[in-house]
């Protein structure tokens, strides 16, 4: 099975794809946690997105279609969910590409449609666990035991260097003006589907699973 993820950046996606990752077995996809990798590891590609990245701004089409199609050949033979990816319609084409080439087919385009005024609280409140990259937020879900990890008892927590409030008006204007765009693509395609990404983290958990079973 091979299914995009789309939504503003606050939505909830890599959340939720970790979990349908773990439940359907699928192998995740992230752009975003692939460029944040290649910034901490000092490499030169990591060299060249950071301050794109930091500032929230899209990186080009050719770095992301390189580095999708790299993880799409390794994640061979096994489904994948696709989060962050793609962000837009060049970026769509080129995975429809990548997919035929090897004789595969998209089965499922999920929107999470969100209100924006309630993304900047999301977004400004999150932060992770800095071991396993568990997701947490000041007001909305904060660890059990203050400062200890519920999933893997680490006391060391993170937040996005793009969470600041710039970088997030920056990232919800790409959403707008590069990524929406993709939505009509995929709808011609009759494989879009919505579920409400305002609801708590569970019941679009089971929007998204209703979707996927149905085949
Ligand atoms: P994300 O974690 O998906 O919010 O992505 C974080 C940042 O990585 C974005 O703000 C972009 O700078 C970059 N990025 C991630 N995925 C893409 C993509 N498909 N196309 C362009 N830039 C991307």
Redesign the pocket.
Known sequence: MIVILLGP?GAG??TQAKRLAEKYRLVQL????M??AEGKSGSALGRK?QA??DA??????DI?IDL?ADRIDRAAGQGFIL??????VP?AEALDRLLSAKGLKLDHVIEMTVDEAALIDRIAGRFSCAKCGAGYHDHHHRPKVEGVCDVCDAHDFVR?A?DNPAAVKT?LD?YRRQTAPILPYYRKQAILRQVDGMADIDSVTRQIEAILNRQ
């Open positions: 950046p996606k890599g992230s752009t975003g946690d460029l944040r997105v794109i990245m929230g701004r899209l990186v080009s089409d992301i999708i989060d962050g990816f793609p962000r837009t970026q996005r793009d990232r790409a």
